[in-house]
């Protein structure tokens, strides 16, 4: 389960280092800047292929402790119920998976998720370009997934679209372009998690445009420093919801003046 909409926007690290130690030390970091905030570690895809997730994700959860939500990126693109099951078993609570993957395959995962109280990232890598076939009318599968998890988040599930620039794409034409999820989040209202070369930079923007979970990689793993790192951007989302919850706080007192 997600804590409630006061605690976002909220940090989303993913330790994407390969090798475990590096992963758990980077993890330390984060548990001593982030004391007593709320945030989300991310077990990333090339850290669980090369540890495991039933070695890795004990371990992790040793380094950050029971509170933290631990997020575990599978990029899942068959067996979805399986995935959801393995990754539960670890005590993870979030679970990625491929929104490219068979809609069988995305159905599976949810089922499973929501019989086991998980929250569902949904990734959408590579779905902007993808028709889904098994729509009854021609559907982009991009829009077939925001479709779907407004219906999930309705019916009481826990799902989120996590709208990802792949590293390669960030290299080409495409560039860093967050502006859909502006859009996106307006139209549907759901949890929208923003990944793809953030850094402290991009952030506000981002931010601004609705997403409500920011996916930090290399900008900190990889960072001369990043312990400096986590607390620059750890800032800057404190600073930006600030004026968002100080934003919000104006208004209700412009309409209760005014008997509305």
């Known amino acids: 389960m997600l804590h409630g909409f006061d605690c976002w926007p909220v940090l989303q690290v993913a330790l994407d280092h390969g090798y475990s130690q ?74 990625g998976i491929a929104g490219a993957a068979p809609t069988e395959t995305v159905e599976a995962a949810l089922d499973a998720a929501e019989k086991y109280c998980m929250a569902v990232e949904i990734d959408s ?43 390669d794409r960030q290299k080409g034409k495409g560039g860093r372009d967050f502006s859909l999820v502006e859009k996106v989040y307006k139209s549907s209202g759901i949890p929208i998690a923003a990944a793809g070369g953030l850094n402290a930079e991009t952030i506000p923007q981002v931010i601004g445009y609705g997403a409500k979970i920011l996916v930090v990689g290399g900008a900190i793993t990889r960072a001369p420093s990043p312990r400096e790192a986590v607390r620059e951007i750890r800032d800057i989302i404190y600073k930006e919801k600030t004026k968002m919850h100080f934003a919000i706080r104006n208004e209700e007192a412009v309409l209760d003046l005014s008997g509305k």
């Open 125 to 167: 890598i590579s779905t902007l370009e993808m028709s889904n076939k098994d729509a009854s009318g021609p559907i982009n599968r991009f829009e077939w997934i925001v479709d779907r998890l407004v219906r999930y988040n309705k019916d009481g599930g826990n799902g989120i679209l996590e709208f990802h620039i792949p590293i």
């Open 22 to 95: 590096p992963a758990l030390d980077m993890a330390k970091i984060l548990r001593q800047e982030m004391e007593g905030l709320y945030y989300l570690v991310e077990a990333g895809t090339p850290t669980n292929m090369y540890a495991g997730i039933g070695n890795f994700i004990p371990a992790l959860r040793k380094v950050v402790g029971k509170e933290t939500q631990i997020v575990v990126d599978t990029k899942a693109m068959d067996v979805g119920k399986f995935v959801v099951d393995l990754v539960q078993e670890t005590g993870a609570d979030i679970v």
